[in-house]
């Protein structure tokens, strides 16, 4: 499902952050070796300041190299020996450093304006798609994945999944085999090593097509969320497990 939300919801593995790790600020060197590799720093920033000047670069091309080097010109900066900050090579550094700085909030902002882009550009994709379209024309409010019915809850809420038509998704739910019957329901379950799923998952569902132990599920197989029913599990124990009903 994709629904309007934060751009930081939908893109949080897409950020970047500037943090000094308790390792390199307390760092120490000595100050001829700090002052050697200060200038290396510096030239490396300058060298990505340069493209981004010139235009070969945007400035969220470069900004995890200079996030990087921002860091450990920090550390050696507080390592250095009074000669060196009196040169004007340093002189010219510290310039650079500040032209630096000028462009990770640049590239930043691009970044910003990259992921709302990439959302707003989804959002209108996957409001054009045939399958938000058949959603809507049964009554959903929008598409859900069987397969991600624990982060759709996570999300949006519990009672938002019965607003959902849910879909056999690729990354995970493709991979539903048949593993029990428990009249009148057929429980699914998935492995954690499975596509995308990640851990063990099962699903009951309800009204669904003949199948044998070990069938997938119906990849065009279109679902509503019932709720959560307590099934006795293949050891007798039993377990909570999440509804759907097959829809014809």
């Not at 700090?34 to 200038?39: G, I, R």
């Not at 970044?111 to 959903?140: C, I, V």
């Not at 009672?159 to 493709?174: E, H, P, Q």
Request: glycine residues 6%.
């Amino acid at each position: 499902m994709l629904t309007v939300a934060p751009a930081s919801r939908l893109f949080c593995a897409i950020t970047f952050a500037v943090v000094m790790t308790p390792a390199l600020a307390d760092w120490e060197e000595p100050p001829e070796y700090a002052w050697k590799t200060y200038l290396s720093d510096c030239q490396q920033l300058q060298r990505d300041v340069t493209d981004v000047q010139n235009g070969r670069k945007m400035a969220m091309d470069v900004l995890p190299n200079i996030q990087s080097f921002l860091r450990t010109i920090t550390v050696h900066h507080k390592n250095l020996a009074q000669p060196s900050l009196s040169s004007p090579d340093y002189a010219h550094c510290e310039s650079v450093v500040s032209q630096a700085k000028d462009v990770v909030a640049k590239g930043s902002a691009e970044n910003d304006e990259a992921m709302d882009q990439h959302f707003r550009q989804a959002q209108t994709e996957h409001l054009n798609s045939p399958e938000y379209k058949r959603a809507r024309s049964l009554g959903f409010t929008d598409v859900g994945e069987i397969g991600d019915l624990d982060q759709h809850a996570e999300l949006d809420g519990e009672a938002n999944l019965k607003t959902l038509m849910i879909t056999v998704d690729f990354g995970c739910g493709r991979h539903f085999r048949a593993a029990q019957y428990v009249k009148p329901y057929v429980v699914y379950t998935v492995r954690r090593s499975d596509g995308s799923c990640g851990v063990y998952k099962h699903v009951a569902v309800l009204g669904g097509e003949t199948v044998e132990r070990g069938d997938y599920i119906n990849p065009k197989g279109v679902f509503q969320y019932v709720g959560w029913k307590k099934l006795a599990g293949a050891d007798g124990f039993p377990i909570d497990v999440r509804v759907v009903k097959a829809l014809k």
